[in-house]
């Protein structure tokens, strides 16, 4: 049981930036099905779009700060290895997209392993900064290493 309220806070909005996410994204295929012949609805359906893809990532920047600022009073840093790069290409019709998933571990001095990831948008990506082997600092809960932010 979480017994700090602003933790709980914190994890209740990570799950709720999800929640809204596949719901933003159910109800634009809905009207986009809908109405895709009417290009007067293709107008106002694309502000929409933009104003609710600006909402989440405002609400999702905003959580991760206070998760940030967080652990920065009550977690510790530690050293992960970079155990493995993956790199995610998608195309849409704005253009190519591309990002890399840094894949981390940690063996915790009871000997657990545990396994972290950060996404990294390739306009960050630096290929002599991360490599497989490399260290990155991880900010952790010490009670939980499951709740933690990569400095990346």
Avoid at 43 to 54: E, P, T
Avoid at 69 to 95: M, P, Y
Wanted: proline share 3%; net charge positive.
């Amino acid at each position: 049981m979480l017994k700090d309220p602003q933790k709980k806070a914190i994890l209740r909005q990570e799950r709720r930036i999800g929640l809204l996410a596949l719901l933003f994204a159910s109800v634009c295929f809905i009207l986009l099905l809908l109405f895709c012949n009417r290009s007067e609805v293709s107008v106002l359906f694309s502000i929409l779009f933009l104003v609710g893809a600006i909402i989440l990532a405002l609400f999702d920047g905003f959580t991760r700060r206070n998760k940030k600022q967080w652990l920065a009073r009550h977690g510790v840093s530690i050293l992960a290895q970079i155990t493995r790069i993956e790199e995610r290409q998608w195309k849409a019709d704005s253009g190519h997209y591309e990002c890399y998933i840094l894949h981390l571990e940690w063996i915790s001095d009871t000997g657990r392993i545990y396994h972290f990831q950060q996404e990294i948008p390739w306009t960050q990506y630096h290929y002599q900064r991360y490599t497989p082997g490399s260290w990155c600092t991880v900010h952790i809960d010490p009670d939980d290493p499951t709740f933690y932010h990569v400095e990346a």
